[in-house]
């Protein structure tokens, strides 16, 4: 089972980055997908998330307007469109994947909103 994020890196505010999730080892199509973000001293929080169909979407209010998730259930990818990004935004994002009390996470990709 793996779980690779890729597509972090720097970024002056105001600018777009989009992070994607390749999984494979089990079967995407059920698992409900989810990003969170991790940012120094201080907890890991929910930034998004999609059901397994893909057509039902929540985000965290700070970047609700800014943020798009979307999943391929034939390609077995997540993708988190970021625009507008601020400082607050940098972190180490994590995806996530939960079926019932299976739960698999990635390893994390860093974002850093900086001029």
């Known amino acids: 089972v793996q779980l690779v994020e890729s597509g972090g890196g720097l970024v002056q505010p105001g600018g777009s980055l989009t992070l994607s999730c390749a999984a494979s080892g089990f079967t995407f199509s059920r698992y409900v997908l989810r990003w969170y973000r991790q940012a120094p001293g201080k907890e890991r929080e929910l930034v998004a998330s999609v059901n397994a169909a893909g057509d039902s979407t929540t985000y965290a209010d700070s970047v609700k307007g800014r943020f798009t998730i979307s999943r391929d259930n034939a390609q077995n990818t997540v993708a988190l469109q970021m625009n507008s990004l601020k400082p607050e935004d940098t972190a180490v994002y994590y995806c996530?994947?939960?079926?019932?009390?299976?739960?698999?996470w990635g390893q994390g990709t860093q974002v850093t909103v900086s001029s």
């Open positions: 996530k994947a939960t079926y019932f009390t299976t739960t698999y």
